[in-house]
């Protein structure tokens, strides 16, 4: 609910209430974000702003910005935080100072063209600044909700003067929360241990998550989880700072002593230059911020729901998702069709719906040192081309799926031939390689242009369900020379926008086909990527008892469904671990379920398991693309990993767990559930237990006595 009348504003969402005011000087102050106020007490809150804001008769009260709690900071005007925007003006000026001019309210969210956006909202409120030295308008948007924790934000930065401003720096957004001292959670990691939680304090100073990666990176995740004091997963205030973005981010939280904290983010600021014409407007991406005082879980919960309700595809997001078997861990590059074949029959009797062919059909990609950005099968390994796997499929009753990495090209293969000057460069400068491959520079048109018809070929000419869209290595170089040189800092923005671009152009072109993103080699997990693909493979780490931290991580910030899991061999190829097949599939059950193996080599006890875990799965999936999270318990603070899934009308939850490591006389621990109807009566089926929601949430269940990496998977029905 929004109310405002050109002086005060009121959001209020489910739980949260966020206040701003105008000052007597035309400033827009900001009063609260925290747990819900009324209409009424706007006036208190602006009588105490009133304290601190400036005052007109004051000779010196530019010097009051400082400890005024502002909306969108300041530059070289009294306002000594981190800037959240800096406007170079021709003469090299870029004071700022920005006053309030007008408000609007519409319906609904506003559609953010080009970039990845909420779908859908309540309502938002837009507020217009305009700096007090220049021909600078800023329009900060505020999408609110009655139903949902959290608050949409953007800015949209204006020049309304003639003469071109160089943008050196333009955040979404600034949040202030009140005096306190406060932790901060980060999704931190490296390839194969993406997302790992890591809680500790805010020192003073600026403490900043940012990727120079021009992706949302292995390294941290584009999220920021504010702690209030005592929050804990299950109780206490926190706060979700999450950007829409999938380039390269900045988030900052800067606390000076007895002070608030100050939150900002966006579009990082290194490198970054943007050329704003007279007239022209630049958009920020969106960030999500979210309020919980039932601590982290409860936050997650509400980003889920957000995520669910309003950024992801609604055609997919609650669709069953195709239960797959992906032949990379299975052959890598060593294939051809009597390799295929078997895994592919195995599937169709294990119940499999999808075979999802990886790296190495087209081109010359026998290895990967060539072929990338050749979209074009290569009949000597596949003969008869793709038709030949696809009607193997067919035949079983299975469908088709089929993997590109659309931005990239290997040095060794005939687009980079015919088009050197496609692939990020810059003459008399080598490369840098990874992977031996370079990225296209997505910043041309006629390059995403290029890749959208090729890669759209075959998706037209040939039967295919799903695509598993890759991204193997971050950028460097950061140059085009489709771009004079004042204009260079455009690059990674521009780079982000064209991946939007053709995402949003094959989504569009073939909305039969699910597109799953792909975290494995590049890192990109993120809201943005989200919006155009309703899940994405969450990491080349599918170890039984890795992937359940990674998991457990992901979740703080992104839903189940969003995350695909497999089921792969042992030893693991990344950690040589041997777990149960049990539990890899248990843990691959959190997720949109697959497998990652050679089928036809498994035993026949692996074999008839994967026919149950099929079986089960089917039967838990809505559950899981649709239900309430809890986390139960942690893997990274004990021997145990736990999480539940609730049906929103809590009739059904189904709980997954995993002993990680057992010591000596560990029995008698408890499992506490969560999120059940505490006067209904469950069925455990697994356990032969039939108790009532408060007894399962208060007195607990006994865990299990298991080996190293043993685990369980229960379901419980509400009988009462
Ligand atoms: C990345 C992905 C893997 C696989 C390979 C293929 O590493 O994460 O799943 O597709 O690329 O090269």
């Known amino acids: 609910m929004i109310l405002a009348d050109g002086k005060r504003f009121l959001l209020s969402g489910k739980s949260y209430g966020y206040a701003m005011a105008v000052t007597e000087t035309g400033f827009l102050q900001h009063l609260h974000y925290g747990g819900k106020i009324t209409e009424r007490d706007l006036d208190y809150l602006f009588a ?7 005052h007109k008769d004051d000779f010196n009260a530019d010097m009051a910005f400082d400890s005024m709690l ?15 925007a800096i406007f170079e003006r021709r003469d090299g000026a870029s004071m700022t100072r920005l006053r309030y001019r007008a408000y609007r309210t519409q319906k609904g969210a506003p559609a953010v063209a080009g970039m990845p956006h909420a779908r859908s909202g309540g309502e938002t409120l837009i507020i217009t600044l305009k700096d007090d030295f220049s ?9 609110a909700s009655d139903d949902s924790d959290v608050l949409v934000r953007n800015a949209v930065v204006r020049n309304t003067g003639r003469e071109a401003v160089m943008l050196k720096k333009a955040f979404s957004f600034r949040a202030e929360l009140p005096n ?26 600026v403490t900043r998550l940012h990727t120079l990666r021009g992706a949302s990176s292995h390294n941290t995740n584009p999220f920021m989880g504010i702690l209030t004091e005592g929050c804990t997963e299950e109780r206490g205030e926190c706060y979700g700072v999450q950007l829409v973005y999938s380039g390269a981010f900045a988030l900052t939280a800067e606390w000076c002593k007895n002070g608030p904290l100050t939150l900002q983010g966006g579009i990082n600021d290194v490198g970054f230059g943007w050329q704003l014409n007279g007239g022209e407007t630049f958009v920020t991406p969106q960030t999500l911020l979210t309020y919980s005082y039932e601590g982290l879980g409860g936050m997650s919960r509400s980003i889920h729901d957000f995520l669910r309700e309003k950024m992801i595809d609604p055609a997919y997001v609650y669709r069953q998702r195709p239960i797959v078997v992906n032949n990379w ?40 040192r060539a072929g990338l950005g050749d979209w074009f099968v290569n009949e000597d390994v596949l003969k008869g081309g793709l038709k030949t796997v696809i009607d193997r499929c067919k035949k079983n009753g299975m469908k088709f799926g089929l993997w590109f990495e659309p931005e990239m090209v290997n040095e060794d293969s005939d687009l980079f031939r015919a088009h050197p000057d496609w692939a990020i460069c810059k003459e008399g400068v080598e490369p840098c390689r990874c992977r031996n491959q370079l990225v296209l520079d997505f910043t041309r048109k006629e390059v995403v242009d290029y890749v959208f018809g090729t890669v759209g070929k075959v998706l037209k000419e040939n039967d295919i369900s799903y695509v598993k ?19 260079q800092g455009e690059f990674m923005h521009r780079y982000i926008l064209g991946v939007y671009d053709l995402a949003e152009r094959l989504t569009g072109a073939f909305p039969n086909v699910i597109f799953e993103g792909c975290a494995g080699g590049g890192g990109r997990f993120d809201a943005g990527m989200l919006y155009y693909f309703p899940q994405i493979w969450t990491s080349d780490d599918t170890d039984g008892y890795e992937r359940a931290k990674i998991q457990w991580g992901t979740s703080v910030c992104y839903p189940l469904s969003a995350m695909s899991c497999h089921v792969s061999v042992c030893p693991n190829h990344q950690t040589q671990r041997t777990t149960p097949f049990q539990t890899r599939g248990n843990i691959a059950s959190l997720g949109a379920f697959g497998y990652e193996l050679d089928l036809s080599k498994m035993t026949d006890e692996e074999k008839a398991l994967a026919k149950l875990q099929v079986e089960a799965y089917r039967r838990t999936a809505e559950l899981v693309l649709k239900g309430d999270l809890y986390r139960l318990k942690n893997p990274l603070e004990g021997d145990y990993f736990c999480m539940s899934v609730v049906s929103k009308d809590k009739s059904e939850a189904y709980v997954v767990g995993e002993r990680t490591h057992g010591n000596p006389c560990d029995y008698n621990q408890y499992l506490y559930l969560r999120g059940l109807d505490a006067d209904g009566l469950y069925e455990i089926e697994e356990l032969k237990i039939t108790a009532s929601g408060k007894a399962l949430m208060n007195a607990g269940l006994l865990l299990p006595r298991l080996p190293d990496f043993g685990s369980w998977a229960w379901h419980l029905k509400q009988v009462r």
């Not at 078997?342 to 599937?347: G, L, Q, S, V």
């Not at 869209?469 to 204009?487: G, Q, V, Y």
Request: charged fraction near 25%; hydrophobic fraction near 40%.
């Open 48 to 54: 105490i702003g009133a304290t601190v804001a400036p």
């Open 70 to 84: 502002g909306e969108y900071g300041f530059y070289a005007r009294g306002d000594y935080k981190e800037p959240t």
């Open 180 to 205: 306190g001292s406060y932790r901060m959670m980060r999704l931190a990691g490296t390839w194969a241990q993406e997302r790992i939680p890591e809680i500790a304090p805010i020192a003073h100073g």
């Open 135 to 143: 021909e600078i308008e800023v329009d900060l948007y505020y999408t």
């Open 469 to 487: 869209w890759d991204m193997n290595r971050n950028i460097t170089e950061c140059f085009t020379a489709a771009l004079p040189a004042e204009r």
């Open 329 to 368: 861990e299975a052959t890598y590059f060593g294939f051809d069709n009597e390799k295929l074949f078997p895994i592919i029959d195995e599937a169709a009797k294990l119940g499999i719906d999808t075979f999802v062919l990886d790296d190495g059909w087209f081109g010359a990609r026998r290895n990967d």
